[in-house]
């Protein structure tokens, strides 16, 4: 037999015993244990059978602490470190993905640092150049350790990083409203369109409200008839008034509640409050023509509100069932 590593001679542990880690025992995981018992007389028994065991030397789970990341996405995040009864530190892996990744084993993280030797606890992401997710502002981020015998720990649980603001304006329309943390910016292109209204500065309706990026093709009659529509008359809910009226009867709310663009389909043609909005904003909107534009509000069986001339005018109302008008539509977040 070579020599032991670790030795306990006329030991008081008669029947069991604690062994702790020495200088001899590092990076070994396989080891063999023997014993024999000692009388009261001095006399030593014979060695037992060699026992063969194993020392799990593989790291714990760290955790990560939350995060916010900064504006310009350059944020440094921290770790637990690696404990001292799982050897010596050699490297850590991190990995952080999109917010909305259900399952991270099956998805590419959207920023990896494996086997780094020299961010061991801490570490400091640039997210800055992550065109497909830098959008979301939501992300989640985990770490592993590795040991001096090259023995990897478990991933740390995933941990929520988020931002409240973005240095600038995201640009993908496809992208919905749900998946920022904090405010939601005028001129934004996110949810469909371009954002009028974030529903807390008084403006039309309580709801932020975003617009179609460019008006419908053609224009459009607000009925077909000159009778009352029950449900139009108000000011300010767009969407009411185009539920009372998502028929062929009324062709201007039609093409409005009937349309599909950037994966939403809940657009609604705007009342007269949400229209005026869009007036005021039209610059940061974009794509309108000198024309009139239709409301879903109607002001009597013969007429309903509608913007004269968009870019100079003001809000009239006009023959409902004899004159053609251009269309955007809007929906709410």
Known sequence: LTTP?????????????????????????????????????????????????????????????????????????????????????????????????????????????LDDESNLTSITVDLSGDAGTNKTKRYKIRCRYKNNTSEYGQWSVLTVCSTTELAAGPNDYTVGTSDYIGAIQIGWHIGGGVVVSVGNEGVATSQGVIAAPSDEPGTYRWKTTNTTTSGTDSATDGAANTAAMSNTA??????????????????????????????????????????????????????AYYYYQFSTGHMSNSAKASIPYYVRAVRSF
Request: charged residues 15%.
């Open 5 to 113: 590593v670790y030795q306990a001679l006329n030991s008081n542990n008669t029947i069991t015993i604690d062994v702790p880690e020495t200088e001899n025992m590092n990076n070994i995981t396989n080891l063999k244990l023997m014993a024999r018992h000692k009388s009261e007389f001095g006399i030593v028994s014979a060695w037992s059978t060699l026992v063969n065991f194993t020392v799990d030397i593989t790291p714990a789970a760290p955790t990560v602490q939350s995060q916010s990341l900064s504006n310009n996405f350059v944020t440094t995040f921290n770790s637990s470190a690696l404990a001292s009864s799982d050897t010596s530190h050699q490297s850590t892996d991190w990995q952080i993905f999109a917010y909305d990744v259900a399952d991270p084993e099956t998805e590419a993280p959207v920023y990896e640092s």
């Open 250 to 303: 009324h062709p201007a709310a039609n093409v409005c509640a009937t349309k599909t663009l950037n994966g939403y389909a809940d657009w609604y043609l705007p009342a007269k409050d949400q229209l005026n909005t869009l007036h005021q904003r039209r610059m940061t909107i974009g794509g309108f023509t000198l024309g009139n534009y239709w409301s879903s509000s109607e002001a009597s069986s013969q007429n």
